[in-house]
């Protein structure tokens, strides 16, 4: 199946830009801002801008700002966490590179956390040996600094907006180069959008699972659309599952999340016994990289029949904890826990995806023309688990260097582009409830695909998901919701097959049989 669309799909309207850019987080903002003003570029949010992993984001962005950090430290605790499958290539040049564009960020009066003395107020998060987390509004990094971003995007003249838009399909040209790429608008009108230049930067799949810290929009429409098209998809079986999302009695569509920057700020995880039973775990005890955690607390939860844990930074008053995790503070509030008095109930959930659509240093896939920045990425600095708030700094760095790769590759050249949608089968009319097909799916990939596999499991719930993707393929409804299921099958698919051919048990990809 390489089209979300089939022969049926009427094409509205037709665009033209330089560059098209799909996802309005950290990622795609960033790069849009670095794109050379002369090149028209278009920004694609599938909801409003306020709807993204990025907005969400709690913890920071790290990077070695202080005078007893270094890039060589930081490197040595992203390949420390990520396994030993990290690219070490990447790595360097995230490191090196980062403290730049956080610097950067400064310039463009990102409103990040200082001390009294005017410097950042740098703190740690697990797996790092040195504080070099930099944070805005206290546990409010992400929403800072995209709203900061977005107010700067507004201004730019070359760069335009839309907002309610799905990403359906990308079209090549006859020598497999990106020329264009078909969007839904108000899942209303279907547009062609003719360009040489396509930046997917569309977060995370985290819809696939019950549990997840990730909005609504994460279907993996993105990595679903490009692997369609024929790029390399690597590293898919590696999902980090927050060891800490705030639990709750009653099902919602995203977890809220308490941040590791809780556990660096002392917070202490217990069992209901009151019992540490991180200590003896691992050396960094609650600091320990997010899989060793999150496989504690499952294993914890296994021992005790419980369905939560809970964090305890009762240690900390009251005023420190309102002004340190203000969101935090209030969310819990609002559920009925004081955290400066209460300990917070916590559970593993999922959280980000280390793997995606592999890109080079410079963020170019596989297919001339398209690139892929943030967590829809694979560049190769997470390995088997990411290190805590690396996140943000991979958008930042590499982001920028897709940008700067576009802007050389458009220079001096005119464009002739011309995009054509080449003949395709018409399918049947869908007559699936769409609802009950996402609600197995993530039913399996929270029973098989979750923080402890087996091959056996790994097994049946391929062949689960296989068969809902089989009748997905052979129909077809123009409307968002038969797109977003079909890419949650594709990516459930390509999550499962990649685990069961992973035989041995590494990062985050746990094997109970290995």
């Known amino acids: 199946m390489q089209f979300a669309i089939d022969g049926s799909t009427k094409i509205k309207h037709t665009l ?31 909801d409003t801008i306020d709807i993204s992993n990025s907005w969400f984001a709690q913890g920071g962005i790290a990077a070695a700002m202080s005078s007893d950090d270094a890039p060589i430290f930081h490197l040595e605790d992203t390949l420390i966490a990520g396994a030993g499958l990290c690219d070490k290539d990447a790595v360097g040049v995230l490191v090196a590179e980062g403290p730049l564009d956080i610097n950067r960020l400064v310039s463009l009066s990102v409103p990040f956390d200082f001390n009294e003395f005017g410097d950042l107020l740098i703190t740690r998060e697990g797996g790092h040996r040195k504080n070099r ?9 992400g929403r800072e600094t995209v709203k900061a971003l977005a107010h700067i995007v507004a201004q730019r003249k070359n760069i335009a907006f839309s907002e309610n838009t799905c990403f359906y399909d990308i079209i090549k040209d006859e020598n497999g180069a990106v020329s264009g790429i078909v969007v839904k608008k108000d899942d209303l009108e279907f547009y062609l959008i003719e360009t040489r230049k396509v930046v997917i930067a569309t977060g995370g799949i985290g819809q696939v699972y019950k549990s997840t810290t990730n909005p609504s929009v994460a279907t993996g429409d993105g990595l679903a659309a490009a692997l369609r098209a024929g790029a390399v998809i690597k590293n898919i079986e590696f999902i980090q599952f927050h060891p800490t999302g705030l639990w709750s009695a009653i099902p919602e569509d995203r977890e809220f999340l308490i941040s590791e920057a809780v556990r660096g700020e002392g917070g202490l995880l217990k069992n209901k016994e009151g019992v540490r039973f991180m200590e003896g775990t691992h050396e960094l005890n609650e600091l320990a990289p997010r899989d060793i955690v999150a496989r504690a607390v499952f294993k914890e939860l296994q021992r005790s029949g419980e369905d939560h844990v809970y964090v305890d930074i009762t240690a900390k008053s009251e005023e420190y904890l309102q002004h340190r995790f203000p969101t935090i503070y209030e969310e819990c509030l609002h559920r009925g826990i004081n955290i400066s008095h209460d300990w917070i109930p916590v559970c593993p959930v999922q959280h980000y995806l280390m793997g995606g659509i592999e890109t080079d240093l410079h963020g170019r896939s596989s297919i001339n023309g398209l690139y892929a920045a943030g967590e829809a990425a694979c560049t190769g600095v997470h390995g088997a688990n990411r290190l805590a708030s690396n996140s943000m700094l991979e958008c930042l760095v590499f982001g920028r260097r897709a940008a700067d790769d576009i802007n050389k590759t458009l220079r001096g050249k005119q464009s002739t582009l011309k995009a054509a949608i080449p003949a395709i089968p018409v399918r049947k009319a ?85």
Not at 17 to 44: F, H, K, M, P
């Open 16 to 46: 033209r830009y330089d560059v098209v850019i799909i996802g309005a987080g950290l990622a795609g903002l960033y790069t849009a801002l670095n794109i050379d003003e002369n090149y028209s570029c278009l920004i694609l949010a599938k």
């Open 430 to 514: 869908s007559d699936l409830d769409y609802y009950a097909l996402r609600q197995e799916i993530k039913d399996l990939m929270s029973e098989y695909g979750y923080v402890v596999r087996t091959g056996k499991g790994l097994t049946y719930a391929l062949s689960q998901i296989n068969s809902i993707l089989t009748q997905l393929q052979n129909v077809y409804d123009d409307k968002n919701d038969y797109m977003e299921t079909l890419s949650m099958a594709t990516i459930a698919s390509l999550i499962l097959t990649a685990a069961l051919a992973r035989k041995e048990s590494i990062g985050s990809h746990y094997r109970e049989d290995s």
């Open 133 to 141: 987390i930099v944070h805005a509004g206290g546990d409010a990094t």
